[in-house]
């Protein structure tokens, strides 16, 4: 089964005279839908859109697994166990709430910044806050994260090019850029940025750029 959202469909956000805008792909706050939930571990998927000097403030996180991927721009997050970090395009960042952590995420550059991020549930509550900044993440190198049974995959396809993986029983496909094909043996469909689709027993899935510029895509496969 493939259960296609289009990035109109996604909730709203942020406070835009603050130069945040938001864009959810699950219920988010106000925009409370009992049929949206979540997919696998994943809770949220959350496009963000920072201008300039524009943040978010010090705010509380718990048993969550926070995983997030910059788009442009630059990403300064600190945390309360005393990190500092500059996230930028190609990094890959986890932070795992634990019992609980409190963090900020600001454009501290000059430029606007673009990021997705995602949330996932843990597979046990509770433990130590933990953090990780993967440079430069590869294509080829899924990553795994443990702690909510979920293997997160990369693909850029260039344009004339395809890509074949396989993935669990649940998978998520998130296109950040380009329009991408995504095809199993049950359909197809051509998503385009902020577009997204719910696999289901899809087995093999086929990506292919068909646009004139590159594709890159986020891809969840979840074992349960």
Do not use: K
């Not at 005393?82 to 409190?102: F, K, N, W």
């Not at 396989?166 to 385009?192: F, I, K, N």
């Amino acid at each position: 089964m493939i259960d296609v959202r289009r990035a109109a469909q996604r909730y709203p956000g942020g406070e835009p005279t603050a130069g945040i805008e938001s864009a959810h792909a699950f219920s988010f706050g106000g925009h409370y839908d009992p049929d949206n939930l979540r997919f696998g571990a994943l809770v949220a998927c959350n496009e963000e859109r920072l201008a300039p000097g524009a943040g978010f403030a010090e705010h509380p996180h718990s048993h969550t697994e926070i995983v997030t991927w910059v788009v442009e721009g630059e990403l300064t997050h600190e945390d309360s166990t005393g990190r500092a970090t500059v996230v930028r395009p190609g990094d890959l960042q986890r932070l795992s709430a634990g019992d609980g952590v409190r963090h900020v995420e600001r454009n501290a550059g000059g430029v606007p910044l673009v990021f997705v991020q995602m949330w996932l549930a843990p597979r046990e509550f509770g433990g130590e806050p933990s953090y990780e900044v993967v440079r430069g993440f590869a294509d080829a190198t899924p990553y795994a994260l443990s702690g909510a049974d979920a293997t997160l995959h990369v693909r850029r396809v260039a344009p004339g090019e395809q890509a074949s993986l396989t993935l669990a029983p649940r998978a998520y496909v998130h296109v950040v850029r380009g329009e991408l094909s995504v095809r199993t043996a049950e359909g197809d469909a051509v998503l385009s940025p902020g577009d997204a689709a719910r696999l289901v027993d899809a087995g093999v899935v086929t990506l292919a750029a068909v646009s004139p510029r590159p594709a890159e895509a986020l891809i969840w496969s979840f074992s349960h």
